[in-house]
């Protein structure tokens, strides 16, 4: 492909998440003018230019302290998904594999509940993605090891040993929250943290998760070309100058990185990680360079048009975000799942 | 010159031992074939050869630096490896594939350089797959993967060629033009070890053959000393008969051993 078709979808992609973006702010309960969306953040940003005065201070509310923060949640945590996606399907050779899928998004929800239910979380806001990272790196290494024989990750194995993890986890869960917390209001909040959401995210959301999601997504393109040669097998990797174990060991933490980050400040969020990088391929192709970068910006912009969606789709209240992309990304698993058994059966 | 020496190797996975004892070495303008019925430890010698597998005793040394202390891009750029099958199930085009050959030889940020193109396209035009360049690899036959494994293999412009059932998949025309590429690569250069069925090609192609059995070698030599009677009905239980084709090669036919009951002997 040539280089300006890939810088050409790129800009593409860039334009279309600043548009997401601006939507994202302007619209809400209270609909503001994209010129007053774009004066609030100009002002903002560069005081000195573009002096405050002129935009009401509720709109400086809704905007700089509500809807910037949660659109900024949104990016990023579209982004990291996307791209945790990206480089699990790499990882398992098996395009189906993302991190709810196959249970990694229950060990860092698992990871998030022992810091809620402790009170690590309120004490200290940097243990809650601290915690989702490790739980999400555990349940990654023991599906990759149940899961895979020989360099390679059947599908059948992976999407089981990431059920049984995935239920044993959440049962993990809710037993921490029906034993440690006799606050019902406190448990109320976590389990409908649980269900995924970008209510009341605050710039204390964006620092908590935005470093380790561009940390994770940096190193992803740094490993791209290793991801390519992974995905054709451990052992064609190595004979052409993979470090195969190093690779992976780095590659896993990241996938955990992400996932656990975007889970730390979004709860589960399912298929993003499935429906971006399948649609991404489609158009782009499977080299892992391109693909990283492309998934994140798309990915950026999903999420902040299903939040857009869960916000206004049922006024005034919110429908929650994880079932948003549940319904569109579950029908599309089904879909892909059916048609990989079709490719096997035909073969 | 370049020699790739293995030593008295032995593989033990499992608790199961796969090789013993096997030593022998492979220089620059020389082919080895290595045989032997199935499971007697071809594919995991080449493993070896290539640094993929530990060995549990003895050593594999490239120009008397043993493999295991070399850095695998160091060990890419030196020794080939081209796996019988390698998994595609991602729709990368045959050039991203045959390009991935160039691995070793770029930084991670780098882009492919005009090196690496030429490479590309000129093992493309080896292996006959210049006309497959933009199709996708998951839409080509058993035999067209097979070639773009071994062009892959050739990008990688590596003075030590493995080559692990390389005419398998390939029907009578492509797998004589591999057999005569591989000739050729050794006549301007390259070291080649091919495992191989094919008893057959190894006369077309072989300087030396290493004939194993059950992890053991039988016998290691010139096709005419090894692949004898005696030595192909130990390891494969077979008679053999040996006629001249019209090129001159050898060719070998095959009968199964049989007792006086009728009863096939393996």
Redesign the interface.
Same mark, same amino acid.
């Given at each position: 492909m040539a280089i300006h078709r890939e810088a050409s979808i790129c800009s593409l992609l860039l334009a279309v998440l600043l548009v997401c973006c601006i939507a994202g702010v302007s619209i809400g309960s209270t609909t503001l003018q994209w010129t007053t969306t774009m004066q609030v953040i100009a002002g903002k940003l560069l005081p000195f230019w573009f002096p405050l005065q002129s935009t009401a201070p509720a709109d400086q509310v809704i905007v700089w302290l509500i809807r910037v923060p949660r659109v900024i949640v949104a990016a990023f945590v579209g982004a990291g998904l996307a791209v945790a996606g990206v480089v699990m399907q790499g990882l398992f050779r098996n395009p189906l594999a993302e991190p709810n899928v196959i249970g990694v998004g229950s060990g860092a929800v698992l990871g998030a509940v022992i810091v809620f239910t402790t009170g690590l979380a309120v004490q200290f806001a940097v243990a809650l993605p601290i915690a989702a990272f490790c739980g999400a790196l555990l349940s990654l290494l023991v599906v990759y090891i149940v899961a895979t024989r020989g360099g390679a990750t059947p599908v059948a194995a992976l999407l089981l040993s990431g059920i049984a993890l995935a239920a044993l986890l959440s049962a993990l869960s809710s037993l921490l929250i029906s034993l440690s917390v006799v606050n019902w209001q406190v448990a109320q909040e976590i389990v409908f943290w649980m269900m995924g959401g970008l209510d009341a995210r605050s710039w204390t959301h964006v620092w908590l998760s935005a470093p380790f999601i561009v940390v994770g997504i940096v190193i992803s393109l740094v490993y791209a070309r290793d991801l390519d040669l992974l995905v054709q097998g451990e052992e064609a990797a190595a004979a052409l100058g993979v470090d195969v174990e190093a690779s992976k060991r780095i590659l896993i933490v990241v996938a955990a990185l992400l996932t656990g980050s975007c889970v730390a400040v979004a709860g589960v969020i399912g298929f993003v990680g499935l429906i971006v990088p399948h649609v991404i391929r489609l158009i782009i192709g499977p080299l892992h360079r391109r693909l990283v970068l492309t998934s994140a910006l798309a990915g950026a912009s999903f999420l902040i048009l299903c939040d857009l969606l869960a916000r206004t789709v049922h006024p005034p209240t919110e429908v929650r975000l994880g079932i948003i992309t549940a319904a569109c990304g579950a029908p599309f698993f089904l879909l892909l799942l059916v048609r990989k058994y079709r490719e096997v059966s035909q073969l | 010159m370049n020699s790739l020496e293995i030593t008295g190797i032995a593989v033990v996975r499992s608790g199961r031992e796969i090789l013993n004892g096997i030593s022998f070495d492979v220089t620059t303008n020389s082919t080895v074939a290595v045989v032997g019925p199935n499971g007697s430890g071809k594919s995991t010698l080449l &493993?070896c050869m %290539?640094g993929?597998w530990p060995v549990t005793g003895g050593a594999v040394t490239l120009n008397q630096t043993p493999l295991p202390s070399m850095? $695998? #891009?160091e060990? %890419? $750029?030196a020794i080939? !490896?081209v796996?019988q099958e #390698? &998994?595609? @199930? =991602?729709? =990368? #085009?045959v050039r @991203?594939?045959v390009l991935?050959?160039r !691995? %070793?030889h $770029?930084g $991670? =940020?780098e882009r492919s350089k005009r090196d690496d193109v030429d490479a590309a396209d000129e093992a493309m035009g080896r292996a006959d797959v210049t006309h497959l360049a933009d199709r996708l690899v998951t839409n080509l036959s058993g035999g067209e993967r097979q070639r773009v494994l071994i062009a &892959?293999g050739l990008a #990688?412009r590596a003075s030590i060629l493995l080559l692990d059932e390389p005419t398998a998949n390939l029907d009578v025309d492509h797998a004589l033009d591999i057999l005569e590429l591989m000739r050729t690569l050794a006549r301007e250069g390259h070291a080649i070890v091919v495992a191989t069925h094919d008893l057959n090609a190894v006369y077309r192609v072989a300087d030396r053959v290493a004939l194993l059995d059950s992890g053991r070698l039988v016998a290691i030599g010139s096709p005419d000393d090894v692949l004898t009677p005696q030595n192909l009905d130990r390891a494969f239980h077979v008679r053999a008969e040996t006629l001249i084709g019209t090129e001159g090669i050898p060719v070998l036919l095959f009968h199964r051993l049989e007792i006086s009951s009728g009863v096939h002997c393996r």
């Open positions: - | &493993r %290539a993929l850095h $695998r #891009t060990l %890419a $750029r080939t !490896y796996p #390698t &998994r595609l @199930d =991602f729709s =990368f #085009t @991203d594939v991935m050959g !691995y %070793a $770029r $991670r =940020f &892959r #990688t």
